[in-house]
């Protein structure tokens, strides 16, 4: 099977990068040092009580989730906000879109790229995450299906990315975006539901026994990466209501089916949202994309002039 | 054969293209003539499928590919006026992607690539990265990329703006040995002399519009015959006049020592006539010639009177 032509393209520009080999030392630089000051904080309360507890083993793995989590929100969004606006500036999108390679093949081409940073990010990190396996407490397949979100998220994230830089002529207004609206996912979501919260709050004050419902404005949470990466990390350390702790602060929802299924539904419905985000992408780049419409539009001009 | 018919184009209400219309014999290099915001552009991107049109057709072997992108692709290759290149790419592998996206083998490409690098001159710098290469081998390099999946027609924007003398003269060596293969080039520029020298038919442009278009020396020869007619003689100013002064086909005379420079609307075999009956009548003519113009002042001409062609 043949390369997409672009991935092929970036992983040859980014192996020669000083750049993305920086970017590999910083965050395993990172998570080492976290690794090692977590760990040696447990060797030496081992000293004094000479037992290692399994519960710090899964602190250690929590932390360095969370980490990872964080380091990939802040490098995929300059990965891919980049990546189309990039191309316009240096001139080089014109006659990428004269070849044979349609436009949704450069957008997927270049989510490729960005992802292969991710899975290189967190194949190189392995050494430094398999220091919980010394002990034990976190299974292989938890961290497989860690690893699976975090490319999910990464898709996520990325394709965000991507459409705004196929919707913005410069990579800085482009990257400027992408961090804002990953801002707006990650508070504004919460923000959205807290305040229908409130507002719901207020509108049931005097009355008794009333349970505050917000209905299914708690749903607009399941597009929150952070919200879903919690729900998995706790039940991987045993807490498997932490989805439901968040929800019921709004409402009642014990028996809400979607709240118990929440990782694999929000998980679902951001890929989705990436398929739609990617599809969007390839229009705004699409230069014959007005070509169509206007062939819908003669045709429908054409359909009237022999109706009437 | 190419052939344009009809097209149109707009940018909301702004026209930059109208009912353009024009053939290109196979083996032709067309040259694209006419001021800045012309439609020159436009239209080269439309050829290339990185415009929609509002209308027309573009048929290339009697099919409008205009709704057979696939094929437009693969029968075209379309340098911009302004490209960039990739940092960390060498040579071979810049022209390795671009194959690649056109869906070429790689075995195939690896060889097509060598022989595309040997007519650019290139094939010494095959492994030095894109970036360090100079204006001019960049935009040779650029001319390998348009043919890596050997297309039958080349559009060239403005391909030797900004190139030094020598560089030109390679490039237009190249283009001439491409129309030589049998490709079709329709080139823009500004630089009119290197249009001359290299197109055999032009086509002016203004306002989306054609004012003018055909064989090169055909349109140079119709304006000419507007040009004066300069005729020198020796010491027989005073003989001479009353003769042209004569002539039904001469229509202002005026004098500048020996020169004598005449509004002449008739033909060339009327031209032939005046010049026997000058030397019949004892003048002793030195020369006898039309006012030359080249594609610059022909340019100039034609924008100025544009109304006049159209």
């Given at each position: 099977?043949?390369?997409?032509?672009?991935f092929?393209?970036?992983?040859?520009?980014?192996?020669r990068?000083?750049?993305?080999?920086?970017?590999?030392?910083?965050?395993?630089?990172?998570?080492?040092?976290?690794?090692?000051?977590?760990?040696?904080e447990?060797?030496?309360?081992?000293?004094?009580?000479?037992?290692?507890?399994?519960?710090?083993?899964?602190?250690?793995?929590i932390?360095?989730?969370?980490?990872?989590?964080?380091?990939?929100?802040?490098?995929?969004?300059?990965?891919?906000?980049?990546?189309?606006?990039?191309?316009?500036?240096?001139?080089?999108?014109?006659?990428?879109?004269?070849?044979?390679?349609?436009?949704?093949?450069?957008?997927?081409?270049?989510?490729?790229?960005?992802?292969?940073?991710?899975?290189?990010?967190?194949?190189?990190?392995?050494?430094?995450?398999s220091?919980?396996?010394?002990f034990?407490?976190?299974?292989?397949?938890?961290l497989?299906?860690?690893?699976?979100?975090?490319?999910?998220?990464?898709?996520?994230?990325?394709?965000?990315?991507?459409?705004?830089?196929?919707?913005?002529?410069?990579?800085?207004?482009?990257?400027?975006?992408?961090?804002a609206?990953?801002?707006?996912?990650?508070l504004?979501?919460?923000?959205?539901?807290?305040?229908?919260?409130?507002?719901?709050?207020?509108?049931?004050?005097?009355?008794?026994?009333?349970?505050?419902?917000?209905?299914?404005v708690?749903?607009?949470?399941?597009?929150?990466?952070?919200?879903?990466?919690?729900?998995l990390?706790?039940?991987?350390a045993?807490?498997?209501?932490?989805i439901?702790?968040?929800?019921n602060?709004?409402?009642?929802?014990?028996?809400?089916?979607?709240?118990?299924?929440?990782?694999?539904?929000?998980?679902?419905?951001?890929?989705?949202?990436?398929?739609?985000?990617?599809?969007?992408?390839?229009?705004?780049?699409?230069?014959?994309?007005?070509?169509?419409?206007?062939?819908?539009?003669?045709?429908?001009?054409?359909?009237?002039?022999?109706?009437? | 054969?190419?052939?344009?018919?009809?097209?149109?184009?707009?940018?909301?209400?702004?026209k930059?293209?109208?009912?353009?219309?024009?053939?290109?014999?196979?083996?032709?290099?067309?040259?694209?003539?006419?001021?800045n915001?012309?439609?020159?552009?436009?239209?080269?991107?439309?050829?290339?499928?990185?415009?929609?049109?509002?209308?027309?057709?573009?048929?290339?072997?009697?099919?409008?590919i205009?709704?057979?992108?696939?094929?437009?692709?693969?029968?075209?290759?379309?340098?911009?006026?302004?490209?960039?290149?990739?940092?960390?790419?060498?040579?071979?592998?810049?022209?390795?992607?671009?194959?690649?996206?056109?869906?070429?083998?790689?075995d195939?490409?690896?060889?097509?690539?060598?022989?595309?690098?040997?007519?650019?001159?290139l094939?010494?710098?095959?492994n030095?990265?894109?970036?360090?290469?100079?204006?001019?081998?960049?935009?040779?390099l650029?001319?390998?990329?348009?043919?890596?999946?050997?297309?039958d027609?080349?559009?060239?924007?403005?391909?030797?703006?900004?190139l030094?003398?020598l560089?030109?003269?390679?490039?237009?060596?190249?283009?001439?040995?491409?129309?030589?293969?049998?490709?079709?080039?329709?080139?823009?520029?500004?630089?009119?002399?290197?249009?001359?020298?290299?197109?055999?038919?032009?086509?002016?442009?203004?306002?989306?519009n054609?004012i003018?278009?055909?064989?090169?020396?055909?349109?140079?020869?119709?304006?000419?015959?507007?040009?004066?007619?300069?005729?020198?003689?020796?010491?027989?100013?005073?003989?001479?006049?009353?003769?042209?002064?004569?002539?039904?086909?001469?229509?202002?005379?005026?004098?500048?020592?020996?020169?004598?420079?005449?509004?002449?609307?008739?033909?060339?075999?009327?031209?032939?006539?005046?010049?026997?009956?000058?030397?019949?009548?004892?003048?002793?003519?030195?020369?006898?010639?039309?006012?030359?113009?080249?594609?610059?002042?022909?340019?100039?001409?034609?924008?100025?009177?544009?109304?006049?062609?159209?």
């Amino acid at each position: 099977m043949r390369l997409n032509p672009v991935f092929e393209k970036e992983l040859r520009m980014f192996e020669r990068s000083v750049k993305i080999s920086w970017v590999i030392f910083v965050y395993n630089f990172i998570l080492a040092c976290v690794a090692l000051i977590i760990f040696y904080e447990m060797l030496n309360s081992y000293q004094y009580t000479g037992s290692i507890e399994y519960e710090n083993m899964i602190q250690i793995y929590i932390v360095m989730a969370y980490i990872q989590f964080a380091m990939l929100i802040l490098i995929i969004p300059g990965l891919t906000a980049g990546a189309i606006s990039g191309e316009r500036e240096r001139q080089t999108l014109d006659i990428l879109l004269s070849t044979q390679m349609k436009p949704w093949q450069i957008i997927i081409g270049k989510l490729q790229s960005s992802l292969s940073i991710v899975l290189l990010l967190t194949i190189t990190s392995m050494p430094i995450v398999s220091v919980i396996f010394i002990f034990g407490g976190i299974k292989l397949i938890d961290l497989s299906i860690l690893i699976i979100l975090l490319v999910v998220e990464a898709v996520f994230i990325g394709t965000i990315g991507l459409l705004f830089s196929s919707a913005f002529k410069k990579s800085t207004t482009a990257t400027v975006l992408t961090y804002a609206a990953l801002l707006f996912i990650f508070l504004g979501s919460y923000l959205i539901v807290q305040s229908s919260y409130i507002i719901s709050q207020a509108q049931n004050a005097g009355l008794e026994n009333t349970t505050v419902d917000i209905k299914g404005v708690i749903y607009v949470l399941l597009i929150n990466p952070m919200i879903t990466f919690s729900g998995l990390i706790s039940r991987q350390a045993g807490n498997t209501d932490e989805i439901l702790t968040i929800c019921n602060k709004f409402g009642d929802y014990n028996d809400d089916l979607i709240v118990k299924y929440w990782v694999i539904i929000s998980m679902s419905i951001q890929l989705a949202l990436s398929v739609l985000f990617v599809f969007i992408a390839q229009a705004k780049i699409n230069p014959l994309r007005e070509c169509k419409l206007f062939k819908k539009r003669s045709r429908n001009k054409k359909v009237s002039s022999a109706n009437t | 054969m190419l052939k344009i018919e009809n097209l149109s184009k707009s940018y909301g209400n702004f026209k930059a293209v109208e009912n353009f219309n024009l053939t290109v014999k196979e083996g032709e290099i067309y040259g694209f003539v006419g001021p800045n915001g012309a439609g020159k552009t436009t239209i080269m991107k439309i050829m290339s499928g990185l415009l929609p049109a509002d209308s027309g057709i573009i048929t290339v072997a009697d099919e409008n590919i205009l709704h057979n992108i696939k094929k437009l692709k693969q029968t075209i290759g379309y340098m911009p006026d302004f490209f960039g290149v990739y940092d960390n790419l060498t040579v071979i592998e810049y022209l390795l992607f671009y194959s690649s996206a056109y869906g070429i083998p790689e075995d195939v490409a690896l060889n097509r690539a060598s022989e595309l690098l040997e007519l650019v001159d290139l094939k010494d710098k095959i492994n030095e990265y894109v970036d360090g290469l100079s204006r001019g081998m960049k935009q040779r390099l650029c001319l390998a990329r348009t043919l890596v999946h050997n297309p039958d027609i080349l559009i060239l924007d403005e391909p030797a703006s900004g190139l030094d003398p020598l560089t030109r003269h390679q490039l237009r060596y190249i283009l001439k040995h491409l129309s030589g293969q049998g490709k079709t080039i329709i080139i823009s520029s500004h630089i009119l002399t290197e249009l001359a020298e290299m197109c055999s038919s032009i086509c002016i442009i203004d306002k989306g519009n054609v004012i003018m278009s055909g064989n090169i020396e055909e349109i140079l020869f119709q304006v000419d015959s507007s040009n004066p007619l300069i005729i020198n003689v020796y010491g027989e100013v005073n003989k001479a006049v009353p003769i042209l002064r004569s002539n039904k086909y001469v229509r202002t005379i005026s004098v500048d020592n020996n020169n004598i420079m005449v509004t002449f609307i008739g033909r060339k075999e009327d031209e032939a006539n005046l010049l026997k009956e000058l030397i019949l009548n004892d003048v002793l003519v030195v020369s006898f010639k039309r006012e030359q113009s080249n594609l610059e002042s022909l340019f100039l001409k034609i924008m100025e009177k544009g109304s006049e062609f159209e």
